[in-house]
């Protein structure tokens, strides 16, 4: 009797706005983690991403799925490069470097190896802007390797990252963004929100909820980076890493910012239902915002004009800034100013979001329309 007491004054007194917004929180991502669904689902996206980054990195040091790679030889190269003809290598003779280098830019053969080189392997592969990691493998030692067209980026590679910057902000938006419009209907039709109301204020409840599902999405995003780091540095791909670091790191700044962005979006938007069955005609046009950025990036992954409109756009910015860092197209302050946007643009939704859903949150039955919502 005493204990239940002292629970019943212990949770009647005052709570300050940001403790209550924390206890939402943490009651949104104790429920999320309790879930086994949620849990294997997670589980099975990190495994993906990781299988994916290992299963790529190791067909780049195989080759790929191009066959053997061509090579051409000149003079005293012939006898180190010539045991490798038919071991995943084709290998033909030139007659001198001039032919061989000719053959490498016209791409009859992925790269060529001609005596010379500070190495003690006395050998120098000649290549158009990438050396074939598999022929650096075969050989005793590595040598000196001549770019012939070098260039900053490689479009095949490019595209590869483009899909994955838009894979993984598309599928954490989508996910945590429908977990909160459930969770807010669920409460609403369930009239459990009135009882939390008698607490908490409703700003203070959408707050929490942004707060619980921004922690648990940015989470997921670290834990997916981190695995994709572990993943390139165990099948040899530092480079890239090295090459996408900045790239990465400002992905989980602004995708932790543009979340907050959506998160109030599906919250307040989903205020204005009663039923689950009507929350996705209330929050397709958040869904809208988060797929023109995955297709966005995809498809003008090489046009810089759209690329830099795209990462000043707060919805896009997640995506389009940290694909321009990583081609080396964007400036210093350029993340900066993005994210300055953002914050203002978090401002604006979040002011109008919580008005929308302190106006709706109570009102059971038909849809409420935004205009009404905003008026009150």
């Avoid at 012939?78 to 791409?107: I, K, M, S």
């Avoid at 290549?127 to 050989?139: F, G, I, T, V, Y």
């Avoid at 964007?330 to 002011?351: H, K, M, N, R």
Wanted: hydrophobic residues 50%; proline residues 4%.
């Amino acid at each position: 009797m005493t204990t239940t007491t002292n629970t019943v004054r212990s949770s009647s007194r005052p709570v300050s706005g940001p403790q209550a917004a924390w206890l939402v929180a943490e009651r949104e991502i104790t429920t999320r983690l309790r879930s086994k669904a949620f849990l294997i689902s997670t589980g099975v996206l990190l495994l993906l991403v990781l299988g994916s980054v290992l299963f790529s990195g190791f067909m780049a040091k195989n080759g790929g799925f191009n066959g053997d790679t061509k090579v051409a030889v000149v003079g005293g190269a012939t006898e180190a490069v010539q045991p490798l003809d038919g071991n995943g290598f084709e290998v033909t003779e030139a007659a001198d470097r001039a032919e061989a280098e000719q053959a490498v830019l016209d791409g009859d053969v992925d790269a060529a190896v001609i005596p010379g080189g500070d190495t003690p392997v006395g050998l120098m592969i000649l290549a158009e802007d990438s050396a074939p990691m598999s022929l650096l493998q075969a050989l005793s030692a590595s040598p000196e390797v001549e770019l012939l067209a070098p260039t900053t980026d490689n479009p095949a590679l490019a595209y590869v990252i483009a899909i994955a910057f838009g894979v993984v902000f598309m599928m954490s938006a989508i996910t945590f963004g429908t977990t909160i419009a459930q969770s807010v209907v669920e409460e609403k039709q369930t009239r459990i929100v009135e009882i939390l109301l008698a607490t908490v204020s409703a700003r203070t409840m959408l707050a929490g909820k942004i707060l619980g599902n921004s922690i648990l999405a940015l989470a997921q995003v670290v834990a997916i980076a981190a695995l994709a780091s572990v993943g390139m540095l165990a099948t040899g791909q530092d480079l890239l890493l090295g090459e996408l670091g900045t790239a990465l790191i400002w992905f989980g700044i602004l995708f932790a910012f543009g979340f907050v962005l959506l998160a109030a979006m599906y919250g307040a938007l989903a205020a204005l239902v009663s039923r689950q069955e009507d929350i996705g005609s209330v929050t397709s046009p958040v869904m809208m915002l988060v797929m023109l950025p995955y297709v966005g990036v995809i498809v003008f992954y090489d046009n810089p004009t759209i690329l830099s409109i795209m990462s000043y756009v707060p919805f896009s910015a997640p995506v389009g800034m940290p694909m321009r860092l990583y081609l080396g197209t964007a400036e210093w302050w350029e993340p900066i100013a993005s994210l300055g946007i953002l914050a203002v643009s978090i401002a604006i939704v979040i002011t109008l979001g919580s008005r929308i859903y302190s106006n709706s949150i109570l009102r059971i039955g038909s849809r409420v329309k935004i205009g009404e919502a905003l008026k009150g």
